[in-house]
Every structure is written in structure tokens, then in C-alpha cells.
């Protein structure tokens, strides 16, 4: 696609789908969304980028290590998130919190281990996506 009414939407929809999904990240753990949801949501706006600007001007094939190695770390971080819920709940994927002192916005801020698990979940997903969408987009 070479229109470029779709290139210009895109410079300004792909930001605001960026910054949506990372609100979607750090609410999820006790709202709706969440990790999975937040990873789609990156990978749709870079979806757009690549329909509206292709393979070439990004080289996308040659950063598709980088998205495995996102894929693999997600992974490994959500994995050790559940097993570090052995070690002070007695089971798997056992949730722990604490409450920090944000000294910015003067407030009290809840930070439990979920929140840590749907950065995984995150990464595992943006990793699969975009990984998925360089295979089935590249010509052969």
C-alpha cells in the first residue's frame, strides 16, 4: 500500500494505540486488561506500520531475533513470576504485593507480583505477533 491518506492515519493512530496498550499493561492487574490485551494491542499498531510502510523501510527479517529473544524473555520472566510464588506462598503463580511511597504524584501505590507476570504475558505475545506477521508477510 502506497496511499498516502492510510501513511498519514498511521502516524497518528500507531502512537495512540501504543500508549493505550500500555495503560492497558500497568491497570491490568487489577482492572480489566492486562497483559495478553496490551500485546495484541502493540502489535496492531505495529501492523499498521508495516502495511503502511513494508518490509524494506524497517528490515524486519533481520530484527526478527529481536522479537524471538522478546518472546523467550517474556516467557522466562512470567515463568519465574509463578516460581517465585512457591517460594513465599507454597504455590505456583501465588500473588504477593507491597505498597511503595511514589514521592512524584504523593500518593501510595500498590505493587503486586501480577503486575510483573503481565509484562511476560506482554512481551511473549508482542514477540509471537509480530514474529508471526514477518513470516506470513516476507516474499519468497
Known sequence: MSSIIFK???KVVS???MLFSVYLLLRGHQL???GFIAGLMTSA????????????????????RFFYFLFSGGLALSFLTGMAGLFVGGFFLKSGFTHMHMPLINEDWEFASAAIYD???YLVVCGVCVSLMTLLGEEK
Open 15 to 17: 502512537p495512540i494505540l
Open 119 to 121: 509484562i511476560g504475558v
Open 8 to 10: 498519514s492515519i498511521v
Open 45 to 64: 499498531g505495529l501492523v499498521l506500520i508495516y502495511l503502511a510502510y513494508g518490509c524494506e523501510r524497517f528490515d524486519w527479517r533481520n530484527r526478527s
Open 32 to 34: 480489566p486488561g492486562g
